[in-house]
């Protein structure tokens, strides 16, 4: 069975609710008017038996009622709806005086009479024929002191008829009522679903080919906004991320394409024809380099990936970045001292992070400085600390860089003189991953470079809690 439309279940839940809430409000007034009739009933009793009251307190006893009703009946008369009857005490099986055709059966009222001597007494009945009553009932004194039970009833026949009225025309009007909130309802969730249209439309003509494409948030709900927002900048991040992996695929097959050619190259010239042992063995020997060069390239590409990836998170660690780079110093000794390159390091300082990815980014600085590096000058490692950071500075002496590379040396396969980095077995991914190193330890890779000049790169590693790195690693250690 195919689930029913979003619009379908938001649509039949507000006509739910608005026609159990169009009932609720009907019942409610149907129950307000019956008492608030009834209410207007026995306030109307309770007026008339004042002046019944007054009349009978003239009165010298029941035999003065029976000869001389005039002003109780003048009371009454007129009042079609009004029945009184007036008992001795002596006789409660027929009245003194009785005004009009109400109930036959008073005895209930009249023991609530009896009771009743100062104040009024109600009481609910119906009849034969099926009209109800409201009787008020009270033992009233005459002027010779004796007490009689006054009975004065109001017909509800009226109210009966109002209340019969509203009923049919609540009846009639409910379910005309229930199809213009249903109509309405299915109104407003089309109206308020109609945004969701956006949706579906950018999401049936996106593509990994074309990720260009947002959803406008122009007069859109606030939470639709918001989603929207999200959406637009998860396309985003999807746009950036193909293209950077487009770039990728592109420079990688282009950076593997030479050293491939070259090994086919050299292969197909070798057999060619016959050569000499000494011939095989040089273009063996030319091939192990080309085949070193592809493993560099591949090994770093597997390190770039490991990571740029979430899963690289590792635990961190206290890192004494003084000795850090006096370990990585002492690696490069022999290559420095080889074209007479002094390497200093001063400062300290600590953070927190992986100790072989600081290593391996350090080193990677080192390397371009000592490749870069004129013979006889000297390469500086500096450790600064600063109060929301702690920065590592590896600065040499040389030709420098121009302003237009500077932007782009940490981007992959990028090189400033390609044809001397290749002589030199450069495979372009060096700045690439210190970039994405400084990225998993939340800090920042940078250059500063004047042309014929020193080249300084940085590194920057943030302190979250606003102390000194150092501060922040006794903290932690103790």
């Given at each position: 069975?195919?689930?029913?439309?979003l619009s379908?279940?938001?649509?039949l839940?507000?006509?739910i609710?608005?026609a159990?809430?169009?009932?609720?409000?009907?019942?409610?007034?149907f129950f307000?008017?019956?008492?608030e009739?009834e209410?207007l009933a026995?306030?109307s009793?309770?007026?008339k038996?004042e002046?019944?009251?007054?009349?009978?307190s003239?009165?010298k006893?029941?035999?003065?009622?029976?000869?001389?009703?005039?002003?109780?009946?003048?009371?009454?008369?007129g009042?079609?709806?009004?029945?009184?009857a007036i008992?001795?005490?002596?006789?409660?099986?027929?009245?003194?005086?009785?005004v009009?055709?109400g109930?036959?059966?008073?005895?209930?009222?009249?023991?609530?009479?009896?009771?009743?001597?100062?104040?009024?007494?109600?009481?609910?009945n119906?009849?034969?024929?099926g009209?109800?009553f409201i009787t008020?009932s009270?033992?009233?004194?005459l002027?010779?002191?004796?007490?009689?039970?006054?009975?004065?009833?109001?017909?509800c026949?009226?109210d009966?008829?109002?209340?019969?009225?509203?009923?049919?025309s609540?009846?009639i009007?409910?379910p005309l009522?229930?199809?213009l909130?249903?109509?309405?309802?299915?109104?407003?969730?089309q109206?308020?679903?109609?945004?969701?249209?956006?949706?579906?439309?950018?999401?049936?003509i996106?593509?990994?080919?074309d990720?260009?494409?947002?959803l406008?948030?122009?007069?859109?709900?606030?939470?639709?906004?918001?989603?929207?927002?999200?959406?637009?900048f998860m396309?985003?991040?999807?746009?950036?991320?193909?293209?950077q992996?487009?770039?990728?695929?592109d420079?990688?097959?282009?950076?593997?394409?030479s050293?491939?050619?070259?090994l086919?190259?050299?292969?197909?010239?070798?057999?060619?024809?016959?050569r000499s042992a000494?011939?095989?063995?040089?273009?063996?020997?030319?091939?192990?380099?080309?085949?070193?060069?592809?493993t560099?390239?591949v090994?770093?590409m597997?390190?770039?990936a490991?990571?740029?990836?979430?899963a690289?998170?590792v635990?961190?660690?206290?890192?004494?970045?003084?000795?850090?780079?006096?370990?990585?110093v002492d690696?490069?000794?022999f290559?420095?001292?080889?074209?007479?390159i002094?390497?200093?390091?001063t400062?300290?300082?600590?953070?927190?992070g992986d100790?072989?990815?600081?290593?391996r980014?350090?080193?990677?600085?080192l390397?371009?400085?000592?490749r870069?590096c004129?013979?006889?000058?000297?390469?500086?490692?500096?450790?600064?600390?600063?109060a929301?950071?702690?920065?590592?500075?590896?600065?040499?002496?040389?030709a420098?860089?121009?302003?237009q590379?500077?932007?782009?040396?940490?981007?992959?396969?990028?090189r400033v003189?390609?044809?001397?980095?290749?002589?030199?077995?450069?495979?372009?991914?060096?700045?690439?991953?210190?970039?994405?190193?400084?990225?998993?330890?939340?800090g920042?890779?940078?250059?500063?470079?004047?042309p014929?000049?020193?080249?300084?790169?940085?590194?920057?590693?943030?302190?979250?809690?606003?102390?000194?790195?150092?501060?922040?690693?006794?903290?932690?250690q103790?």
């Amino acid at each position: 069975m195919k689930p029913a439309s979003l619009s379908m279940r938001l649509g039949l839940t507000v006509s739910i609710l608005g026609a159990l809430l169009v009932v609720f409000l009907a019942a409610l007034a149907f129950f307000a008017l019956t008492h608030e009739l009834e209410k207007l009933a026995k306030r109307s009793l309770d007026k008339k038996f004042e002046q019944v009251e007054h009349s009978l307190s003239l009165y010298k006893d029941t035999a003065d009622i029976n000869s001389n009703p005039h002003s109780l009946l003048d009371q009454v008369m007129g009042h079609d709806n009004l029945n009184l009857a007036i008992y001795d005490l002596a006789n409660l099986r027929s009245p003194v005086l009785k005004v009009g055709a109400g109930l036959s059966d008073l005895r209930i009222e009249l023991k609530a009479a009896v009771a009743a001597v100062d104040k009024i007494s109600y009481s609910t009945n119906s009849d034969g024929e099926g009209r109800h009553f409201i009787t008020a009932s009270k033992l009233i004194r005459l002027k010779d002191g004796t007490s009689v039970p006054v009975l004065l009833s109001i017909d509800c026949a009226n109210d009966e008829a109002l209340l019969s009225t509203y009923l049919r025309s609540t009846i009639i009007a409910l379910p005309l009522l229930l199809i213009l909130i249903g109509m309405s309802a299915w109104a407003v969730v089309q109206r308020g679903l109609a945004p969701l249209r956006e949706f579906r439309k950018v999401a049936a003509i996106v593509s990994a080919q074309d990720l260009s494409h947002r959803l406008s948030v122009v007069k859109m709900p606030q939470e639709l906004s918001e989603l929207a927002h999200g959406v637009n900048f998860m396309l985003h991040r999807l746009d950036s991320g193909i293209q950077q992996l487009s770039q990728f695929s592109d420079d990688l097959a282009h950076e593997l394409r030479s050293p491939i050619t070259n090994l086919m190259g050299k292969a197909q010239v070798t057999l060619s024809r016959d050569r000499s042992a000494e011939e095989y063995k040089s273009v063996l020997e030319s091939c192990t380099e080309e085949l070193e060069r592809v493993t560099r390239i591949v090994s770093d590409m597997l390190f770039l990936a490991q990571v740029s990836h979430p899963a690289a998170l590792v635990p961190f660690e206290i890192i004494n970045l003084e000795d850090e780079a006096l370990k990585v110093v002492d690696l490069f000794l022999f290559s420095a001292e080889e074209k007479r390159i002094s390497l200093s390091v001063t400062g300290s300082g600590y953070t927190i992070g992986d100790r072989l990815m600081i290593q391996r980014a350090i080193s990677n600085l080192l390397s371009n400085a000592i490749r870069h590096c004129p013979a006889g000058q000297s390469i500086s490692v500096v450790i600064k600390c600063q109060a929301n950071q702690v920065s590592l500075l590896v600065g040499n002496p040389g030709a420098g860089i121009e302003p237009q590379h500077l932007s782009h040396l940490f981007e992959r396969f990028y090189r400033v003189d390609t044809s001397h980095t290749r002589a030199e077995g450069s495979t372009g991914l060096g700045l690439a991953i210190v970039r994405s190193i400084m990225s998993l330890h939340q800090g920042k890779a940078e250059v500063e470079s004047l042309p014929g000049s020193m080249t300084v790169f940085s590194l920057s590693f943030p302190n979250l809690d606003g102390q000194p790195p150092w501060q922040q690693a006794r903290k932690a250690q103790g």
